[in-house]
């Protein structure tokens, strides 16, 4: 069977009458059905592993629909969606992930913030953060001779109503996320290897996401995205599964990290992964030629 009968097969199946109703409840009122679809199939053309190599069907329509739920594009110029893939015994589990592009729509769709950006911090540039009064006064080098060995730091920055919201990360901070990602554990070729500072901007800006008025459903898929990067995945119903006697005591944000704890030595074991099931360790890797690595 060729690439391109998969292809037909499987948007036969995006454009069948229960799939299109599940479609279009999903995706928000601004976004066509026909251009989202349209979006898919040339990701698809371009990463035909997906439609093979023990990938289960269902399961990457499931994830397909993740996106759709954020009218987020897989489209090759303006991509703010990507699937990847675990290995997980003979199977391939796919696996929705944003781009830093969506990292900033849904942020932007929120209504609340205007923009944000992230930004890279090289040796040579002149910076001074002060936490106190969440000010970043960065001076980049023009020149690259001028940047020095490469980069130290990366910070993100939201434009709200209130004003300005910013995070930062030492390049410490960003390669101990870096070392949990299931595809550097496991030793598998990664994003990390070939764009480690767009990476890095998309780290941070995810961090600095969850700190914003943003809707409970928006996030809810950061911080979906931030475990799922370092190969913990954690259900929904697993968010406030503490003691009753302990409810108002720990908040949201500390019941997920201390669920992250229990998995974060799993380098020696299979990583579990709620959403998906068992990860042999393999971790995440882009399909081939899917140009993932330059698209953030």
Avoid at 9 to 21: G, H, K, Q, R, V
Avoid at 30 to 49: E, H, M, R
Avoid at 74 to 90: D, L, P, Q, V, W
Avoid at 230 to 251: K, L, M, S, W, Y
Wanted: proline share 5%; with cysteine.
């Amino acid at each position: 069977m060729s690439s391109r009968t998969a292809i037909q097969i499987f948007e036969d199946s995006m454009n069948s009458p229960n799939a299109l109703t599940k479609l279009k409840g999903l995706l928000p009122p601004t976004v066509a059905t026909d251009s989202f679809i349209g979006s898919v199939i040339t990701y698809l053309k371009d990463n035909p592993k997906l439609l093979y190599d023990n990938v289960p069907q269902d399961q990457l329509m499931i994830e397909i629909r993740r996106a759709a739920k954020f009218g987020l594009s897989f489209g090759k110029h303006n991509r703010e969606a990507c699937i990847c893939t675990y290995k997980s015994g003979k199977q391939r589990l796919p696996q929705f992930q944003l781009m830093y592009r969506g990292c900033v729509r849904l942020a932007r769709n929120s209504g609340e913030i205007f923009n944000v950006r992230g930004h890279t911090i090289y040796a040579g540039d002149k910076y001074k953060y002060e936490m106190s009064t969440n000010n970043m006064d960065h001076q980049p080098a023009m020149l690259d001779e001028d940047r020095g060995e490469g980069a130290i730091g990366f910070y993100a920055v939201a434009e709200t109503k209130w004003g300005q919201e910013i995070d930062y990360m030492t390049l410490g901070d960003v390669n101990a996320i870096r070392l949990r990602s299931p595809s550097v554990r496991g030793g598998s070729s990664s994003p990390w290897d070939t764009d480690f500072n767009e990476m890095a901007k998309k780290t941070v800006t995810i961090r600095l996401c969850k700190t914003l008025p943003l809707s409970d459903e928006v996030m809810a898929e950061f911080v979906k995205q931030e475990y799922e990067a370092v190969g913990v995945g954690i259900a929904d119903a697993e968010f406030t599964e503490v003691p009753p006697e302990q409810e108002n005591q720990r908040t949201i944000k500390e019941n997920i990290q201390a669920k992250a704890e229990q998995y974060k030595d799993s380098e020696k074991g299979p990583v579990k992964n709620d959403f998906q099931g068992y990860s042999n360790g393999d971790g995440v890797e882009p399909p081939l030629g899917s140009g993932f690595e330059n698209d953030f």
